[in-house]
């Protein structure tokens, strides 16, 4: 069973950082586009950044420069390292499994909560 665990979220303060980690069971995981989105209360997930395959990696502007996605294919793992931390970036981060060849599939975490105080 495909299962993506996601760990690192927590209070901090405005202006600090936190890493995210997302451990993924996907025997094809070198393979899959990687992503990390978030939600907040009455607001729809949004897309944070993305990471390919090949490491290409695209971020939503309200994250550019603050943000690095990376990928550690030996071991399954993504990361989202969030730096100079806003509050309005407090939400439920999720990460997102998407398969870029067959067999095609879409996986999500169960989400991480990340408070950031002013």
């Known amino acids: 069973q495909v299962r993506l665990v996601e760990s690192g979220g927590g209070l901090v303060q405005t202006g600090g950082s936190l890493r995210l980690s997302c451990s993924a069971s996907i025997s094809t995981f070198s393979r899959a586009t990687m992503a990390w989105h978030r939600q907040t209360p009455g607001k729809q997930r949004e897309l944070v950044a993305t990471?390919?395959?090949?490491?290409?990696?695209e971020y939503e502007d309200f994250v550019k420069g603050r943000f690095t996605i990376s990928r550690d294919n030996a071991k399954n793992t993504v990361y989202l390292q969030m730096n100079s931390l806003k509050p309005e970036d407090t939400a439920v981060y999720y990460c997102?499994?998407?398969?870029?060849?067959?067999?095609?599939?879409?996986?999500w975490g169960q989400g991480t909560q990340v408070t950031v105080s002013s």
């Open positions: 997102f499994a998407r398969s870029a060849y067959p067999p095609f599939y879409t996986y």
């Open positions: 990471i390919t395959s090949g490491g290409i990696t």
